[in-house]
């Protein structure tokens, strides 16, 4: 009885609001590199793009498709990243002489 009660009290915590930013940064970045990845691989072959790079490791078309989809994955995690960092409210701190408070 006493583990059913603290599984519900585990499920109940709410997600610290970095921990959400975190978790939707990464399955926004998932869904985008998934979508980019069937359409750029339907007018692009992996086994012709590998030729014509001159790479020798991959050898079937399920590898190209996978490095693909991680590759655009990687992208849209660091761009996303990016876009919160620079995006972050502004903080409240000191406000200059003469200014007034506004809210």
Avoid: H
Avoid at 1 to 28: G, H, N, Y
Avoid at 51 to 60: C, K, L, P, T
């Amino acid at each position: 009885m006493t583990d059913d009660r603290l599984d519900d009290e585990v499920a109940r915590e709410d997600w610290s609001r970095d921990t959400q930013k975190r978790a939707l940064l990464v399955w926004i970045s998932f869904l985008t590199a998934a979508v980019m990845s069937v359409v750029f691989f339907a007018f692009v072959d992996p086994l012709v793009l590998v030729d014509a790079v001159n790479i020798d490791g991959i050898d079937s078309r399920e590898l190209g498709y996978g490095m693909g989809f991680f590759f655009f994955w990687a992208g849209t995690l660091v761009c996303g990243w990016l876009c919160l960092r620079l995006a972050r409210r502004k903080r409240q701190g000191p406000r200059p002489i003469g200014t007034q408070a506004t809210r």
